[in-house]
């Protein structure tokens, strides 16, 4: 009997909201992860051999030292930060900002002080908390 009832809690623990959504999270975050990567590797990594005019510069060495991973290791992750902020920042962030203003942007309005877009009815700007002058409402 006990290992019904543990079975049924472990049923309610895995397909509540919040693990739902860790899982959901994961899954997203390791498949984005492959997207980075595969930019890093395929397209900033050579790009900086090129500019280096050396495509074995990571077996650098400088006296006993092996620099080149060192260096190595930097600069993919300046990449990855890079290319991370590309996609996701800019990217997602113009695409959810066009969603929220109403995908084309036809009668939105942008903050007078922090020049972001706010939603036609805003009275206060999300971006900055400034409040706004009473929205125009057409037919009222």
């Known amino acids: 009997m006990h ?8 049923e309610g623990f895995a397909l509540r909201g ?11 975050g390791g498949a984005i992860g492959r997207i980075i990567t595969a930019c890093v590797d395929g397209l900033v990594m050579p790009t900086f051999a090129f500019w280096l005019r050396e495509t074995q510069w990571e077996k650098w060495t400088y006296w006993q030292w092996r620099i080149g991973p060192v260096i190595s290791a930097i600069l993919d992750f300046l990449a990855k930060v ?8 800019k990217g997602l962030g113009s695409l959810r900002r066009g969603a929220e203003t109403g995908g084309s942007g036809v009668g939105s309005r942008v903050c007078s002080f922090c020049r972001e877009p ?20 057409p037919g009222k």
């Open 3 to 10: 290992v019904k009832k543990a079975l049924e809690e472990f």
């Open 18 to 28: 919040n693990v739902l959504d860790f899982v959901m999270a994961v899954v997203i």
């Open 82 to 89: 890079g290319v991370m902020y590309l996609l996701l920042i």
């Open 118 to 137: 706010i939603h036609p009815e805003a009275t206060r700007c999300r971006w900055c908390g400034s409040s706004l002058p009473a929205p125009l409402v």
